[in-house]
């Protein structure tokens, strides 16, 4: 039997950092407020002219590449979960792939929200396990400015840029992406969209100027559900395996407000020194949070160290991971 090993990470953040401060100038809100809120100190913006999510994703994954010396050639497939693809089409994946030079490779684009990390992972799972692929980069780009409204301070100040990526490969150990569950309830489309620029409603002069090409988010309905989702869903995916969430050595979240990952590892009884959180720094952004996160506490992980990995957005959608580390 075949299991999906991760055998390489890697993260790209864009150098122009927007803090608290620097926010208070462009909206009515304050250092004070943002920090009780939701956590959140800065956050980084990629401000390149002509550049979009793939610009983050490409430079993420050729970190990839390299830390893990693979031939871009070499490579089968590249799944990229993003929110904010650079064009309608073609796929943000199959752009990071030429970028990256990544030819005999197949590349598509997931869209799961803040979820779409964990959900490409499952999916690159299912590939591994199946044979079809041996060398999968699973990429979440996201340029989150690109559609934050700078005028709302409810939004605003919640969302960064950033990228994320993984290798994964097949191994007969038992490690990697073990299992995982999600889940989807529709009847969360009104509290978290983008309510205009799909088939829906076009773009038109009128969408422009109501300000309908942002994030629309109902802060209070996506807390509820977000805490309860993200709860359920991981101590499932624990149970299932025959954990208890202390036997959980690493409990990593989806980064998108401290009160939220406070909420949910309290009320699952994980010691708050298990849970990784790179939140005050980044930001929400989105899909890409997770594998930021880890890739910044790499060097804590230990080969063999149990993880539950969780999140939950727009659709709703959500889920988590259960993966045993290996590298």
Known sequence: ??????????????????????????????DEWITTRVGIKQRRILHLEGEGSSYLGERAVNKL???TGTK????????????????????TG???????HLSNAYAYDIQAACAGFLVSLQDAA??????????????????????????DRTTCPLFGDAAGCMLIEPSEEKVGIIDGEFHINGEGLPHL?????????????????????YIYQEGRAVYKHAV????????????????????????????????????????????????????????????????LCIDEYKDRLKKGDKMILTAFGAGFTWGALYVIWDI
Request: glycine share 4%; net charge negative; proline share 5%.
């Open 72 to 91: 871009p050639e070499d490579v089968d497939l590249l799944i990229c979960a993003t929110s904010n693809p650079d064009y309608r089409f073609p796929s």
């Open 94 to 100: 199959s752009i990071i792939a030429h970028r990256c």
């Open 1 to 30: 039997m075949l299991y999906p090993k991760i055998s390489g990470i890697a993260s790209y953040v864009p150098d122009d950092i927007l803090d608290n401060e620097m926010l208070s100038k462009m909206v009515d809100t304050n």
């Open 193 to 213: 969209l983008m309510k205009a620029g799909g088939s829906v409603h076009p773009a038109t002069h009128e969408t422009v100027d109501a300000c309908e090409h």
């Open 65 to 67: 590449l390299e830390s």
């Open 228 to 291: 309860t989702d993200m709860l359920t869903s991981s101590m499932s995916v624990a149970k299932r395996n025959g954990l208890d969430m202390s036997d959980v050595d690493w409990f990593i979240p989806h980064q998108a407000n401290l009160r939220i990952i406070e909420a949910v590892a309290d009320r699952a009884k994980v010691d708050p020194a298990k849970v990784l959180v790179n939140i005050e720094h980044y930001g929400n952004t989105s899909a890409a949070s997770i594998p």
């Open 126 to 151: 299912a590939y591994i396990r199946s044979g079809m692929y041996k060398k999968i980069v699973v990429v979440a780009a996201e340029k989150m400015s690109s559609m934050t409204n700078y005028a």
